[in-house]
């Protein structure tokens, strides 16, 4: 079975600095696009970055470009996003997904960060 | 990089058809077909419903149709059930090599 799985529910401090995973299996992890989609509290989705990890590829929405950080680690099929300095206004669920031809087909279960004092 | 456009909220009779617009710009919806629609109930991951503009995944219905025409796509849902409920978004690739979703649609069954 295609999925990817993610890493639980997070609490930090604003300031503080997150990695957060997805793991891929079922598939090539190396030759597919992998990516993350964030989604506020009763907001709606919003598209952050994406990569290849076979040719480290990697595109920022405009938002995202110097917020964080997306990386992979081919060798446990392995994505991750990361903060080096969370805020508040970071707080949502995060998605990662599967990128397939201009579409997202797989998506994991979600990641929870929430940042409060 | 806009967020493309879509209803807040779209209802319609069990049976019936509607459709829910997405319009963006020709720097995405109107040059490129990588234009994908998902579907999310509350609490879950969206999903997959429609991508390249109008081609249906394994396990989608057949209710569920996509166009497009200039800078706008289209998400058409026939003979309407309870079972369809839920925000429904829109996304396109983008001539910055990114991607961009809709700011979503509430879909209501009467």
């Known amino acids: 079975e295609v999925q990817l799985v993610q890493s639980g529910a997070e609490v930090k401090k604003p300031g503080e600095s997150l990695k957060i995973s997805c793991r891929g299996s079922g598939y090539n992890f190396n030759t597919n696009w992998i990516g993350w989609v964030r989604q506020k509290p009763g907001e709606g989705l919003e598209w952050m970055a994406i990569?290849?990890?076979?040719?480290?590829?990697?595109r920022y929405s405009p938002s995202s470009q110097g917020q964080v950080t997306i990386s992979a680690d081919k060798s446990i099929s392995t994505a991750y996003l990361q903060w080096s300095s969370l805020k508040a206004p970071d707080t949502a669920m995060y998605y990662c997904?599967?990128?397939?031809?201009?579409?997202?087909?797989?998506w994991g279960q979600g990641t929870m960060v929430t940042v409060s004092t | 990089q806009s967020a493309l456009t879509q209803p807040a909220s779209v209802s319609g009779s069990p049976g019936q058809s509607i459709t829910v617009s997405c319009t963006g710009t020709s720097s995405d919806v109107g040059t490129y077909n990588y234009v994908s629609w998902y579907k999310q109930c509350p609490g879950k991951a969206p999903k997959l419903m429609i991508y390249g503009v109008g081609n249906r995944p394994s396990g989608v219905s057949n209710r569920f149709s996509g166009s497009k025409s200039g800078n706008t796509a289209s998400l058409t849902i026939s003979g309407l059930q309870a079972e369809d409920e839920g925000d429904y978004y829109c996304?396109?690739?983008?001539?910055?090599?990114?991607?961009?979703f809709g700011t979503g649609t509430k879909v209501t069954v009467l």
């Open positions: 997904v599967r990128g397939v031809s201009g579409y997202f087909d797989i």
């Open positions: 996304n396109s690739y983008t001539r910055s090599g990114t991607y961009v």
């Open positions: 990569m290849k990890p076979d040719d480290s590829d990697i």
